[in-house]
């Protein structure tokens, strides 16, 4: 059976692109690209068949199909010769059972889906698998591309950087100066990437990068780009393939640029339509309330909606104010019955904290999809008896500075509820046991 798959204008206006083509936004009307998939040609294989054969691929040592990605293959991108792909057998990250802080709030069918768990330390791993594996056939097959480019809150830079490195590539990355982690900025520069820091926010890097790549030779490896949404689909995919199959009552997930929320939704639409599954979850969108536009735009229905400048925010990875795919959010919301809620500072911290305390390490991000899904069970609006998912998007190590700061209360804003420094002591066993004493007491 040949599948094939191509780019298909968001705004519903008809304009095809192949998925070698470089390009970002309809030439017609500007609108952002999606990648379509020949459902027909998926159709002739039953929905059994499909379950039988993403469990059989799982893990397995075959070439490239024990990658969470690419055991997807062709729903993902069908074309890619095999020898041109770039994968680091990504995907496949825990989904596990978070009893103890499900009890504690009363949601006992708690899960969080471990997606930072991955080879840079976040989801990003995902999508960045098949775009440089695209760039990497198109380079075979002639093309003249000298880099990949992107401007980044971290995470994208280092996927790209490690991907573009494992492919032998160029990478040049756009940083706001200042505004990404130590660990973060350290991870482009060991892989080699051309790193340019910026003295500007994530929206000056990203209007830079995309004048950048009006340039055709550098290819624009941002979410904006199509191709990263195929990958990221694979997590809703993943997801209920974890619950053998079932599908979960909601989906919490922390959101910047909007690509990831829209990704998720079209795995499970996906699968929806392939007769995989028959019913939906419902998504809910977890902003900083330094950088809420999308939240903003929820309170009116999304009949408005204005960018705004993002102010610094302790979950520096959505420090965001004029997210790149807001149209394909909206889209996708509007079909999972979606809400969109907002942390503080104060909510945020606390709240990764909390659930530190019961065996996690979470990252900022996730800790706003925590407070998130903490507000919507007072409000009753998960139930008790509800399956959740939170989506954890990236590693609380690459983070270090924000725990640090936590445990110290030197964070500002933020009133630590469960800080436990260290306790330093002469070194006598008396005093020693008497600090113990009064730790178990
Ligand atoms: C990129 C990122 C997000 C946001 O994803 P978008 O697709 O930009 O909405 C959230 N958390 C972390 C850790 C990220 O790196
Ligand atoms: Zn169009």
């Given at each position: 059976m040949s599948y094939n798959s191509w780019l298909e204008c968001v705004r519903g206006c008809g304009r095809r692109y192949s998925i070698?083509?470089?390009?970002?936004?309809?030439?017609?009307?500007?609108g952002l690209l999606n990648v379509e998939h020949d459902l027909e040609a998926l159709k002739t294989r039953s929905a059994p068949d499909w379950k039988k054969l993403f469990e059989q691929r799982a893990r397995s040592n075959e070439w490239p199909y024990g990658s969470g990605v690419w055991g997807k293959k062709e729903w993902v991108c069908p074309q890619v010769d095999d020898e041109n792909i770039v994968s680091m057998y990504e995907g496949h990250s825990n989904c596990f059972w978070a009893e103890r802080l499900g009890k504690e709030i009363g949601v006992p069918d708690l899960w969080i889906k471990l997606c930072g768990n991955s080879h840079t330390g976040s989801f990003k791993d995902l999508g960045m698998t098949v775009l440089v594996s695209v760039v990497k056939q198109m380079v075979a097959d002639g093309k003249p591309i000298r880099a990949v480019a992107c401007a980044s809150t971290g995470d994208t830079s280092a996927a790209l950087a490690a991907y573009a490195a494992a492919a032998g590539l160029l990478s040049v990355i756009l940083l706001p100066k200042g505004k990404v982690s130590t660990a973060q900025l350290v991870q482009p520069i060991a892989n080699g990437a051309q790193v340019l820091s910026l003295d500007t926010d994530f929206d000056g890097c990203m209007r830079i990068v995309q004048q950048l790549t009006e340039?055709?030779?550098?290819y624009l490896a941002n979410s904006m780009n199509a191709l990263r949404m195929e990958g990221q689909k694979t997590v809703g995919i993943e997801i209920v393939q974890q619950f053998d199959w079932e599908v979960p009552d909601w989906i919490v997930i922390p959101v910047g640029n909007l690509g990831n929320v829209s990704a998720i939704g079209n795995g499970l639409l996906m699968m929806k339509e392939l007769g995989l599954i028959d019913k939906l979850p419902r998504l809910a969108c977890a902003q900083a309330a330094r950088a809420n536009p999308l939240y903003l735009s929820y309170q009116t229905g999304f009949e408005e909606y204005k960018p705004v400048a993002a102010q610094k925010t302790l979950a520096s990875a959505i420090q965001?104010?004029?997210?790149?795919?807001y149209e394909r959010a909206v889209k996708a919301l509007k079909k999972f019955d979606g809400i969109v809620d907002q942390a503080t500072e104060d909510e945020l911290a606390n709240a990764a904290a909390r659930a530190d305390r019961t065996g996690m390490y979470c990252c900022p991000h996730t800790g706003v999809a925590l407070a998130v899904l903490f507000k919507m069970v007072e409000r009753g609006e998960?139930?008790?008896?509800d399956r959740v998912v939170v989506i954890s998007t990236a590693h609380g190590l690459k983070f270090t500075g924000f725990k640090v700061g936590y445990h110290d209360g030197t964070l500002e804003a933020v009133e630590a509820r469960y800080p436990n420094p260290p306790l330093e002591l002469p070194a006598d066993i008396d005093a020693v046991s008497a600090a113990i004493d009064q730790a178990i007491r």
């Open positions: 070698y083509d470089v390009v970002y936004r309809c030439e017609d009307c500007g340039d055709k030779t550098l965001i104010g004029d997210p790149v795919s998960i139930k008790t008896s």
